[in-house]
């Protein structure tokens, strides 16, 4: 095993014999602009029962290693720093220092770099969860060794410098500035964080219970056009306010910085005084609610790991989800409760819940509360298990115990583990105290064990209803009742069942005359719906009437996974969603219908029936584009549905190219924003109606970095052999692409779905795969393996390669492992479809 991959068992031992007590860092970036590494060093104060220990750094060097004054042989394997001397007595507070060099990133994991090609500027940040503190400075790399952070950093003179905490000073420097910051509370390492470079900055202020809160929104001076820091400043005030007195401890980190920044690999994270989102939430067009919604929901996630995740944290990666699942319930129900966001709840059943019943149908699908040995496999568990799962069952949880029970099961756990680190009996004994009831069942079944039940109904003799479940678990299940009435399905009453039987004949008789039953009505607990034939029937005909948003996501959801299952025609599913779609009026519900209708053709259709419903779905979307509302948040889903399915189909090619230059008219209300020029023109790359010369036209007209990286996919898109060997080249091949770039590489391998322009390259994926996984980092080698996975038509490659590589990285096994299920469930549906 690398060194790299430190194991829960080694930072046990360590975290055993050491009390980390504080850290020191010194950063100098004056020469971000031309250099490839920088200097850095870390000062820490500790106590030792040991002699000696090791501290986690990976870089370009190791220079210079002092312990209580005296200088040591630097003993460094690349990843870990060999620490001896140490007084082995805990009254001894031991002094360590290291300095060396550490290198900059483009693939967002530790201190990235970005050259913004709009006006030739630089941009820093930090990027650390689970692992990459230790490439900018040397650091105890494990949640339990919390440390007070006192942070200094050089930096050009002209450019805003930010940390964790307020700045304290700032002196001149030779070609800069050094800007000293205040001492953090205890922080563990990973959610320590730096930013620097010209940022522009709008300020605000949180009049919060202990007096005023500094805010700041920065973003990149390229975008501050675009940046909507009054709706972002008010879902932040909203939300401090309402998590603040939820949890009985007023934010307690000094000042909040938000900063949108590119190419990070992850959405957002939640550095406690700083922190980062993607600059996808900074929209240079138009938006929907939804996407507003959906910007609105990662803050208040992210404020919620303010308390759940910094405030405490877990002890090692294995209770991930005492922070993420928290902060991903947290997220929808602050978006409700005091975000101004009605519909959260709405989007999280259908999109949340959807991401989490894929992964939990994965062969390698884990508990919640998973077994997390190596940072590898922390890695790969930020998933839907972790995040969408978890928060489902605790919407279960809250419901069980009751939300005020839950609050102040959440107040005491701060207060008794504030600034220290938990596992999951502390949550449940806070819980259990406030709420009175035994929680050590619910979380055996729920937390502890994995897998998604089926949960449908069977109508039986004398009206009355049985409710099936696989693998059942202790829950409360609602089932709503609807007729039709003048051409609605209208709710007529419900069903209510408590237990864990796997068969439960409901007490109350069914009323004549209703047409749809429909568990998990309101999406409380966490199943896959399968609905009875009658049931579907109705709902294909009128699923647009429910009036109950919730409702018609759970619908929705049981269609596809359905489809997904193999039991419902992708034809049938198609003609559902074309029906109801463009009557759907809550726009989450659409733009995921869109999508999967979309997906349901390149994966799921049989080969010779797959160009047949294309042409039919692009006509659909087409018309429905011309239909919808002018300047509705559907008539731009439409839109963008309209390019996706123009990639596979080029019926619509000639009034494309027409809008795009000016010649035919735009539908009225839609904005053809850069981002929608850059799906069609995508679109029209794909099928051969857009050519280099084109491509690079368009950039000219938008010289962004977003305009750089749809170039690349508009690029690579084309439908020429050599092209796309090209592009599968300079995807495995090129070590200067940063993340999003390469992701912009691999989905124009991808686009169109031509199997023939990428099905040379199959053997050659499966040769790469292992050497790439050694040599490139884990992130950068994760994209390449789900992104260019073959989508043959065969299991063979892959099963030969998992037989003679048994003893590749468990971590890399589970990507192949998951993308073999996928391609499996992609066949295995295909076969069952009936001819058209």
Partial sequence: MSSANLTRDETAARAAGIQLETVEVDLDVRGALTDLSFATSSTFTL??????????????????????????????????????????????????????????????????????????????????????????????????????????????????V??????????????????????????SGYITAVATGPYHRVDGVWDGPDGPVDLGVL????????????????????????????????????????????????????NPGLVTFTEHYVFRGAATAAQHEGRANTILHEMAHMWFGDLVTMRWWDDLWLKESFADYMGAHAAVAAGGFPDAWVTFASRRKGWAYVQDQLPTTHPIVADIPDLEAAKLNFDGITYAKGA???????????????????RHYFAAHAYGNTTLPDLLAALEEASGRDLAPWASAWLQTSGVSDLSVERVRGGEVELVRTDPRPDHVVVGLFASDGGRLLRRGELEADGVDARMRLAAEVPDGIALVLPNVDDR??????????????????????????ARAVVFASLWNATRDGLLAVTRYLDAVVRHAPAEDNVALLGDALAHADAAISRYAQEQTRSVLARRWLDVAWQALQTATPGSDAQLAWARAVGAAAERDDARADELWGMLRGEHPVPVGLALDPELRWIWLTALAATGHATAVDIDTE??????????????????????????????????????????????VIAGVRAGGRRDL???????????????????????????????????????????????HADAPAALRRLVLEQRDGLARDLRVRAAQPSL
């Fill in 219 to 270: 973003c990149r001076a390229s975008l501050a056009r675009y940046l909507d820091a009054d709706e972002i400043l008010d879902v932040t005030r909203r939300g401090l306010t309402f998590f603040s007195e939820s949890f009985g401890v007023t934010y307690p980190w000094g000042k909040y910085d938000q900063i949108f920044v590119p190419e990070i690999n992850v959405g957002a994270m939640e």
């Fill in 392 to 410: 489902s069952v605790l919407k279960q949880l809250v419901a069980f115990v009751g939300e005020d029970a839950f609050f102040r099961g959440a």
């Fill in 758 to 804: 990428v099905a040379p390259f199959d053997a050659d994926y499966f040769a790469r795969i292992r050497p790439a996984w050694t040599e490139r980092s884990i992130e950068i080698a994760r994209r390449l393996v789900i992104g260019l996975f073959p989508a043959s038509e065969s299991l063979d490659l892959v099963d030969a390669w998992l037989e003679t």
């Fill in 699 to 744: 950039l000219a007209l938008d010289p962004s970095s977003h305009g750089e990286i749809a170039h690349r996919t508009a690029m690579a898109s084309r439908p020429d052999a050599d092209v796309r060997a090209a592009a599968w080249q300079e995807a495995w091949a090129d070590i200067t692409l940063s993340n999003d770039h390469l992701d912009a």
């Fill in 162 to 187: 930010l940390s964790n905490g307020a700045e304290i000073a700032r002196v001149g420097v030779e070609g800069g500035v050094r800007v000293s910051f205040a001492e953090t509370s205890p922080l």
């Fill in 525 to 550: 607990t966490y199943a896959k719906v399968h609905l009875d034939e009658c049931s579907i029937v109705a709902v294909e005909e009128q699923l647009s009437t429910i009036d109950d948003a919730v």
């Fill in 47 to 160: 106590r030792s029962s040991t002699t000696e220990t090791w501290i986690d750094f990976i870089g370009e060097s190791v220079d210079e290693v002092v312990v209580d004054g005296v200088a040591r042989a630097v003993e460094w394997d690349g990843a870990r720093v060999r620490i001896t001397g140490l007084v082995p007595n805990m009254d001894h507070v031991a002094v360590v220092t290291i300095r060396g060099r550490g290198l900059y990133s483009t693939s967002g994991e530790g201190l990235h770099r970005f050259r913004d090609p709009a006006d030739g500027e630089t941009y820093l940040y930090t990027q650390y969860e689970p692992a990459d503190c230790r490439r900018v400075y040397p650091c105890f790399e494990q949640p339990d060794l919390k440390a007070r952070w006192r942070m200094s950093v050089s930096a050009p003179e002209s450019w805003a």
